[in-house]
Structures are given as structure tokens and as C-alpha cells.
């Protein structure tokens, strides 16, 4: 008898008509016994990219899973859909456990759910080595790396199933796939040579807008407004200010609520409620809000504040549009959103060299703000996706003007520089624009050379030259004192006069941000 092909499993055990994106590929290619690493958001369908190799190959699929919830889950599904399956794990009692052995051994098991500590005992080692098994599917693979959220020692010992057992393929799979822990997957599970599947990050239907903070709560109220009574989230960096945003929002006649982890369970659950069966509310929320929320006609995520990272960016702009009808996602920042996080980051609990990779995470976020280049692409950059310009997002459909701002921002350089890089960008500006206040003179800092040479601009002006100047990588802000600006490697060519600086011209007022709908 001819064994199943991968499309009739998809049909009839699954009940799918058609695969979706490159699970086809990725089947095939497991099926055929090579290993491989594969890459796609939640909800991009993961799972059946092993299940079906599993069942078109002879023996068990070991899958391994780092949660017993979500061992559960699976067994659970695929049991319904007729699959004969199990897990194992430390609340598995021993006369279940010894009925799995059985079923294994007559070959009635097709797939073994297993904690990565159970798996690597030697005595689960030794069941194995006399075992037929099918393949090995790693999830969760970024479990392996400490640039991810989740980081579980015991993951890297995975890397000697690959020794152990050199001909049964094996797939690793991730929703979290920048390049470091993409490269961290493949050294410590040892799929070096394998093959990388990137698919389905691309969110074709939201139209992505980065603005610049300017009074905040006006630009979101401006940004609701135009979204006609349909119902968004927006995120906000503090639960003081989720609450105060959804006031505010209620007092200017949009119907919102809030949501935040300094609410009771009872108050969470009634905001949660109402959001999912009124029409049209706004839920004015801290990044508690998100998890488990099944509400697909989400047409607007706005930020107020700038994320932490790309990866948080994604995952709550991606909460809007999940019927894949055009939804808009607003992102709103300012230099000081940039700042408090990198003191948050630094005054916060986590040790040195995972500080250090929150505050690159963060710099990556500041530079997709900053940019002038297609925002999709940008992001897309980041999960390894490489894309042409979308032609649908604020930067494609209005191309940003550059312009030569050299000699300006080599003032602002070496006004830094000769301060002795330890004050922030208001002190700078000070200096710059030949304001001096007392602590400019205690500083003696009216008599550098660079004192008013930058009296021809604004404020404000100065301040989005820093800005730019941050998220081209040319200056950074130093958390541990007080914001100060310092240069950056990068800078010294600049000083120097041997490189040009594009940067945008400050913002006009008034109809700077505009919806897809005016285009
Ligand atoms: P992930 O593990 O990537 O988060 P899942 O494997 O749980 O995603 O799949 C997400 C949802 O998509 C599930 O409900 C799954 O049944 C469904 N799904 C996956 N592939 C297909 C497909 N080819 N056609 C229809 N639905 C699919
Ligand atoms: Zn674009």
C-alpha cells in the first residue's frame, strides 16, 4: 500500500483544504528526512508542519515542548482529529507512562509530546536508541537562546540528538526570529547546514504609521477620531497612563476602557468582556493587555509610547486586522519615550549582558521609528524577511525629504563632545542656542567655541536632529547618567568632515500625519 501523501492528510485528517504559505515545502522537506529550522509568527501554523511528516513516516515523532499546557493542547487537538498521540512529562503517573512504552513498541503511536528535561535523561535516551523514531521536532526553539523572552538551559542539550542520532531529521521551530537567536538555534541544536524557512511575518493588511510625539493624547484623539467608531487598542507605557487615556479618551466622547495588571481579575475580565462584545470600544491598555484576546476585527493598535522592542511592536500591532480587512497601526514617540526605557532597562532587575541585549532591542525599535525607508520592509528586515518597499505604509505612500543637515548636526557633535559628554539633550540645545542658565555657567560652558552656534534653530529643531542622530547610530544616551549624550564610533567620520548626513527636515504642524483613507 502506497503511503499517504501529505495533501490527503491535510484533507481528511485535518480537514484543511490547502496549505498555507510554504507549510507544503516545509512538509516535504521533512518528509523526506532532512532537517530543518522554520520561522513563523503565532498563529502562522507550526504544528502541522511536523504533525503531517509524522504521520507519513514510519515510527514516533518526538515532539519536543516546554510547557505542559501546551503539551496538553496539542494532545488534545490532535486526538479529536483521530491521531493516536501522548505526553510525558513530571505529572505523567508510571501506569500511563508504562501503557505509552507499550504503544510505542506496537507501533500505534505516532506522536510523543516530551519536556526537553525528561528527554535528555539518560534512562529516556536509552528508550529511544531502541526505538523507531520518525523525527524530532524542537518548538519553541528560541527556548535555546538568551535573546529570547524565554530562555531554558536545558534546551541547549538538545544539541545531542543530532550526535545521537545522525539519520532521523529534525525541525526546530520559533515565532522569534532575529538574527541572533536565529544563529543561536542553529549552533546550539546543531542545524547549522539546515535549511531556514522564514514565512508569513507580513501582515499585508495593516497600513503601519510612525509618528512624532507632539502633545501625544491630541494626536491619538485626532488619529480615534478618524477611525469612525471602530474599536482599537492602544498601548501605553504605564498603568497610570493607561488609565488616564482611557479617561481622556471617554471625556472626548469615544468609548473606552481601561486595562492593566494593577487592576483586580474581576475589573480585567469586565474590561476584557466589554471589548469583546460592544462595538466600536477603545481599550486604553499596558502590554498585559493581548494574551488570549480572540477578537479579529481589531481595526486600530495604537502606541502612545514606544515600545521596547520590535518583537513587542509586532505582536500588539499584529493584534489589529486578524480578519484581514484593512487595519491601521499608529505608533507614537518622542526621544524622552526612548530615554525612560533605557533607564528602565538599566535600573531594572535583569543582569549585565541581558541589559545589554534589552537596550540593543531597543535601539533596534528607536531606528525602525527613525527610518525613512519602507517601515514593512524595516520590520521584516528584523525576522529575516527581505521584501521590496510595500508601497502601503507612511514612509512609501509619503516619501520622507532628506536633506543635507551636516554642518548642523557637526555642531551639535562636537558641542557633545566638547561639554565633556555628560548632559542630556536639553543642556546641549542650551549650549547651542546660547542660552545660558546657571548650571551652563557653574559649568563654565559659556565660553566653549560651540556656545550659540546653533542659535539659528528652534528647540525643537535641535531636538529632532538629536533624535535622528540617535537612530542613525551616530550618538547614544548614556541610562546610568542622567541621559547624557555620547558619541558613538560611527560619529567620527562626521566630526571629521569626511562623511554627509541626510537627515528630514522638522515636521510641518499642521496635516503631518495622514491616513490611508486621504491617500
Ligand atoms: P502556531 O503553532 O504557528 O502558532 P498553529 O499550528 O497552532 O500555529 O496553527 C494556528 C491555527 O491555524 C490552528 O487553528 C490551525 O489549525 C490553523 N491552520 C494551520 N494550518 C492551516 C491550513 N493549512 N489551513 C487552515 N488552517 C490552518
Ligand atoms: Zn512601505
Request: aromatic share 8%.
Amino acid at each position: 500500500m502506497s503511503k499517504p501523501r501529505a495533501i490527503e492528510i491535510l484533507n481528511e485528517v485535518f480537514g484543511y483544504p490547502a496549505f498555507r504559505g510554504s507549510q507544503e515545502e516545509i512538509v516535504g522537506t521533512l518528509a523526506a528526512g532532512q532537517s530543518l529550522l522554520v520561522l513563523m509568527p503565532t498563529g502562522g501554523g507550526k504544528s502541522l508542519c511536523y504533525q503531517i511528516p509524522a504521520l507519513m513516516r514510519d515510527g514516533v515523532a518526538v515532539v519536543v515542548s516546554p510547557l505542559i499546557a501546551l503539551m496538553n493542547d496539542q494532545v488534545a487537538n490532535l486526538r479529536t482529529a483521530g491521531v493516536h498521540c501522548a505526553a510525558v512529562h513530571s505529572g505523567t503517573p508510571p501506569e500511563e507512562t508504562r501503557q505509552i512504552a507499550e504503544d510505542i513498541a506496537t507501533g500505534r503511536l505516532k506522536l510523543l509530546y516530551v519536556s526537553p528535561e525528561r528527554l535528555v535523561t539518560e534512562r529516556f535516551l536509552r528508550f529511544l536508541d531502541h526505538t523507531a523514531v520518525s523525527l524530532f521536532a524542537i518548538d519553541e526553539a528560541h527556548c535555546v537562546s538568551q535573546w529570547g523572552h524565554d530562555f531554558r538551559p536545558e534546551y541547549r542539550r538538545l544539541g545531542l540528538l543530532a550526535g545521537r542520532y545522525p539519520d532521523i531529521p529534525r525541525i526546530a521551530l520559533t515565532a522569534t526570529a532575529d538574527a541572533e537567536t536565529r544563529a543561536d538555534i542553529k549552533h546550539y541544536l546543531r542545524l547549522e547546514n539546515a535549511p531556514e524557512f522564514v514565512a508569513g511575518f507580513d501582515r499585508p493588511n495593516i497600513y503601519y504609521q510612525v509618528v512624532e510625539k507632539n502633545g501625544g493624547k491630541k494626536q491619538l484623539l485626532q488619529f480615534v477620531k478618524r477611525q469612525n467608531g471602530e474599536s482599537g487598542i492602544v498601548y501605553c507605557l504605564s498603568r497610570k497612563k493607561a488609565d488616564d487615556t482611557a479617561a481622556f479618551l471617554n471625556e472626548n466622547g469615544i468609548a473606552a476602557a481601561a486595562y492593566h495588571a494593577g487592576m483586580s481579575m474581576a475589573e480585567r475580565e469586565a474590561a476584557q468582556h466589554r471589548f469583546t462584545h460592544e462595538d466600536g470600544l477603545v481599550i486604553a491598555a499596558t502590554v498585559a493587555f493581548g494574551m488570549g484576546i480572540d477578537k479579529p476585527d481589531v481595526r486600530f493598535v495604537a502606541h502612545l509610547d514606544m515600545p521596547q522592542s520590535i518583537e513587542h511592536f509586532y505582536q500588539e500591532s499584529g493584534r489589529a486586522g486578524r480578519d484581514g480587512l484593512p487595519a491601521e497601526s499608529w505608533l507614537c514617540y518622542g526621544l524622552n519615550d526612548y530615554a525612560l526605557l533605557r533607564e528602565r532597562i538599566q535600573t531594572g532587575g535583569s543582569g549585565e549582558f541581558q541589559k545589554q541585549i534589552e537596550l540593543q532591542k531597543l535601539d533596534a525599535m528607536f531606528a525602525v521609528c527613525e527610518t525613512s525607508e519602507c517601515r514593512r520592509a524595516a520590520l521584516l528586515r528584523h525576522f529575516g524577511e527581505t521584501i521590496p518597499p510595500c508601497g502601503h505604509c507612511d514612509n512609501c505612500l509619503h516619501p520622507p525629504v532628506r536633506q543635507d543637515a551636516t554642518e548642523n548636526v557637526r555642531k551639535l557633535l562636537s558641542c557633545i563632545y566638547r561639554a565633556g559628554q555628560r548632559f542630556g539633550a536639553g543642556y546641549i540645545t542650551n549650549i547651542l542656542r546660547g542660552k545660558a542658565d546657571q548650571w551652563i555657567r557653574d559649568n563654565r560652558h559659556e565660553q566653549l567655541s560651540t556656545y550659540g552656534i546653533g542659535a539659528n534653530l528652534s528647540d525643537k529643531e535641535w531636538r529632532g536632529i538629536i533624535r535622528q542622530c540617535i537612530g542613525l547610530g551616530y550618538l547614544e544616551t548614556d541610562p546610568q547618567h542622567y541621559h547624557a549624550l555620547r558619541l558613538t564610533e560611527a560619529a567620527v567620520p562626521v566630526l571629521k568632515g569626511s562623511q554627509t548626513v541626510l537627515l528630514r527636515p522638522p515636521k510641518r504642524e499642521k496635516g503631518a500625519e495622514r491616513s490611508p483613507k486621504e491617500t
